[in-house]
């Protein structure tokens, strides 16, 4: 299938993965601008480095559903694709979770939770690999990965907008994140237990 595709379209996927990388350190010195909270009540200026911070978060944060989506769709992916993709979303994250952390917009606990858990999946996965299982990503990990992504763009905004309040909406979803993240490990745990029972 990959004869009759572009060239351009063949190298689209991992293009978009690269410009997800390449907007990680553009969001994080912008999150840097950014004020810290002292009261979770309070309600941050609309400035213009949360504004770009949390359009760049969004934006690179959609090109992770594109770029899979293509390579899948067009039987373009590649060994370095499979590599860079999981590795750009997990800095892309983690590097946000830790400002909020930092600016007090999220509780260091929520943070530790959400990076443990991926890690920890992770080390099924490859656990589950020498032991040839396949674990397939389920429903619950692609809306975690929402939840959490709609969560943090949320708290990097952190001000209200007429009646809508992106600090409260983006806790919202960090906590709906933080639900799915443990319901889906519990499944993934489960999933990873059957097949090493029906193997032995």
Not at 11 to 40: H, K
Not at 92 to 99: D, F, N, Y
Not at 158 to 171: E, K, N, Q, V, Y
């Amino acid at each position: 299938m990959t004869q009759s595709v572009s060239p351009w379209l063949r190298r689209l996927p991992n293009q978009l993965t690269l410009l997800r990388i390449a907007c990680i350190p553009a969001v994080v010195l912008l999150m840097n601008e950014g004020q810290a909270v002292t009261n979770l009540n309070d309600d941050l200026p609309w400035t213009t480095a949360n504004i770009t911070a949390g359009v760049l978060f969004a934006l690179a944060a959609i090109t992770d559903f594109f770029d899979g989506w293509i390579a899948r769709k067009y039987g373009v992916e590649t060994v370095l694709g499979k590599l860079l993709d999981p590795l750009a979303d997990k800095l892309l994250v983690v590097s946000a979770l830790i400002l909020l952390v930092e600016k007090h917009r999220l509780a260091g606990w929520m943070a530790v939770v959400l990076i443990v858990r991926d890690l920890a999946i992770n080390a099924i996965r490859l656990a589950a690999y020498e032991d040839n299982i396949i674990i397939s990503s389920s429903w619950l990990g692609k809306t975690k990965t929402l939840f959490l992504d709609v969560g943090i763009v949320g708290l990097i905004l952190w001000s209200t907008r007429g009646f809508f309040s992106f600090s409260f909406w983006g806790m919202v979803s960090i906590w709906l994140a933080l639900f799915v993240s443990l319901w889906s490990a519990g499944e993934y745990i489960f999933d990873y237990g059957r097949q090493l029972r029906k193997q032995s």
